[in-house]
């Protein structure tokens, strides 16, 4: 009985009919990923691959478009570097720091890499920059699987940033996906962690006002025959009372930019602590029970403990004993 391995070989498209054909029959199959939206997207995902030296199904699965590029995940990475003859061990990982090693085709041993959490939320990978949409303003938000595992997440980081240092060319220096995520507001590559604080929710426009209605022209008394009539006692001004704050749309710190801006970094700190994942139109309609946030009327330490009492229930329902217990700021 033989024991010989045979060594499998991927189906790698040659020309570009054979990587659209491929593309448009897997994308009919109703088989692509989720994160493949059109037969269009299969095929540069496909040809992305073949530039790799990758079969056709590993492209669709560990290839990502993101944010106008291509982006391979970190497993990926690692199997072209062992593909190429190298390796990379993984020689520390926990939630404080990383390190791994790359050994190159040739024998040679590199420098061990080591990332601190420290440096990566300098560099702001636990978290990218979100466009405003439905509503909600623009900001960073956090990545949850730095949530769920950042040691895993740092020896991948760690991983990435020493292939591409000692060997670029395995991976075509394409990036992974959270590298091709590394972009600020203005579109440049992330230096140094530079973060941007959170406006207010973007103004709605004004309804457009219209002149009011010119008055009637006051319509002569009758005569009377009896003589002329006593005149009239001038009516007494009613005084209108002054607006309340309950008549007003808002309180008056969701008009404050500052107010807003550490309302949405203290929303961030409390999610963080309690390990849950929640969206702002979550918070929004759930806590505070109003479509914008400058429709909340509360003060601001009531919006805190209205967000405190929803993660407080969402942690109860969940079976998780432990309460939100991050204090309100002052």
């Known amino acids: 009985m033989s024991t010989a391995i045979t060594k499998r070989t991927p189906i790698v498209p040659t020309t570009w009919e054979e990587v659209t054909a491929a593309a448009k029959y897997i994308f009919a199959s109703g088989l692509c990923p989720e994160h493949i939206k059109t037969p269009e997207q299969a095929a540069i995902v496909i040809l992305s691959g073949t ?104 020896a991948y980081r760690s991983a990435s940033r020493n292939i591409r240092a000692n060997m670029p060319n395995a991976i075509m220096n394409m990036p992974t996906v959270d590298e091709a995520r590394d972009f600020a507001p203005n579109g440049e590559t992330i230096i140094e962690g530079i973060a941007h604080v959170m406006d207010s929710e973007p103004e709605q426009p004004k309804p457009e006002t219209r002149p009011a209605p010119p008055a009637p022209a006051p319509q002569p008394a009758p005569q009377s025959t009896a003589g002329p009539a006593p005149q009239a006692s001038e009516s007494p001004k009613v005084k209108q009372p002054a607006p309340s704050g309950n008549g007003q749309q808002g309180a008056a710190w969701t008009a404050d930019q500052r107010k807003v801006a550490a309302f949405h970094a203290w929303l961030t700190e409390a999610c963080q602590h309690a390990a849950v994942n929640l969206t702002y139109d979550t918070i929004k309609q759930k806590a505070l029970h109003v479509e914008h946030l400058k429709d909340f009327t509360g003060k601001f330490d009531e919006a805190q403990r209205a967000v405190l009492a929803l993660i407080a229930d969402i942690l109860k329902q969940a079976g998780n004993p432990t309460q939100a217990t991050l204090e309100t700021a002052k």
């Not at 909600?136 to 769920?148: L, R, T, V």
């Open 51 to 154: 530039e790799l030296g990758v079969g056709v199904m590993v492209s669709l699965r560990e290839i990502f478009p993101i944010e106008k590029n291509i982006g391979m995940s970190t497993k990926l990475m690692i199997a072209l570097v062992k593909q190429h003859g190298g390796d990379i061990k993984i020689l520390e990982a926990t939630t404080t720091q990383a390190t791994t090693q790359v050994t190159l085709p040739s024998g040679k041993t590199c420098p061990p890499v080591t990332l601190t959490m420290a440096q990566a939320q300098k560099a702001n990978y636990h978290r990218y920059w979100q466009k405003a949409k439905d509503g909600e303003p623009a900001g960073w938000k956090d990545k949850p699987s730095w949530i769920q595992q950042p040691d895993l997440m740092l």
